[in-house]
C-alpha cells in the first residue's frame, strides 16, 4: 500500500497495484493498465478513460459534458438503465445494469448492487433516491482487488452481501447517507481501507469525513481522506 501525502492528507492512494484518485464529490479514477472512472463531475481536462461507471442519472454523476471529456470510441460506459435515454449520443460502447448484474468489460469484473435512500426525504415520504429507480453502486474487481463505489445511498440492508477491500462511502447527509450513519455501514461492511466521498461540493464538508476516520480508525478500520486530484 502506498500513499501520496499532500499535507495531512493523500493526494493518491496506491493499494497493491491500483491507484485511486478522488476526482472531487463522488468521482473517483482507478489506474493502473486501465483507466476506470466513477461518476466523473467537474472534470478540469480531456482525458482517456477505458471504463467509466455511472451510478444514476443525477447530474452531479451523469454529467454528459464531463462525460464526453473522456469518452472516446474505444471505451465502455456502465451504467444504470435510468440513464439509457440520455446516453445514446455518446461515444463507445453502452452497457445497462440493475442491481444484481453482473458483467465483465476488459478484464474487469463488475456488480451493479443496490443503492437507495431510507431517511432522506425530498418531501413528505419521497426520498431523493428511490429503490424502485433501480440506481446503483458498484463493485469492481480487478488484479484480485475488490473496489466497493457505494453510489448515492443510506444505509442498507443489502450492505451486509458486500466483499470488499476498499469502500468508498458517502458521509455528508441531507441526500446520502451522514458520517455516523456511513460509520455504521463501515463496520458492517469491514472493508480493509475506507475512504470517504459526496463531500464539499454540495453539502458535507472536511469535517465530516475526518469525524468518520476518528471513530473507524478507533476500531481498527484504516480510513484515507484523499485531497481532490
Known sequence: MTIYLFGDYAMSYKYKELKIIWTGHSGFKITDDIIIWIDPYQVSKPTRADIVLVTHN??????????????????????????????????????????????????????????????????????????????????????DVKIYHAGDTDKIPEMRGIECDIALLPVSGTYVMTAEEAIEAAKIINPKIAIPMHY??????????????????????????????
Request: charged share 30%; glycine share 8%.
Open 58 to 143: 443525477h447530474f452531479d454523476h451523469f454529467s454528459k459534458a464531463d462525460l464526453k471529456k473522456i469518452l472516446s470510441d474505444d471505451s465502455t460506459l456502465v451504467a444504470s438503465y435510468e440513464v439509457s435515454p440520455e446516453a445514446g449520443d455518446l461515444p463507445g460502447e453502452k452497457i445497462y445494469v440493475k442491481p444484481g448484474d453482473v458483467v465483465e468489460v476488459k478484464g474487469v469484473k463488475i456488480w451493479a448492487v443496490p443503492a437507495y435512500n431510507v431517511n432522506k426525504f425530498r418531501s413528505p415520504g419521497v426520498v431523493f433516491h428511490p429503490k424502485e429507480d433501480l440506481k446503483v453502486g458498484y463493485v469492481i474487481e480487478y488484479k
Open 200 to 229: 464539499g461540493a454540495f453539502v458535507g464538508s472536511r469535517s465530516d469525513a475526518e469525524k468518520f476516520k476518528k471513530e473507524l480508525e478507533n476500531i481498527g478500520i484504516n480510513v484515507v481522506i484523499l485531497e481532490r486530484e
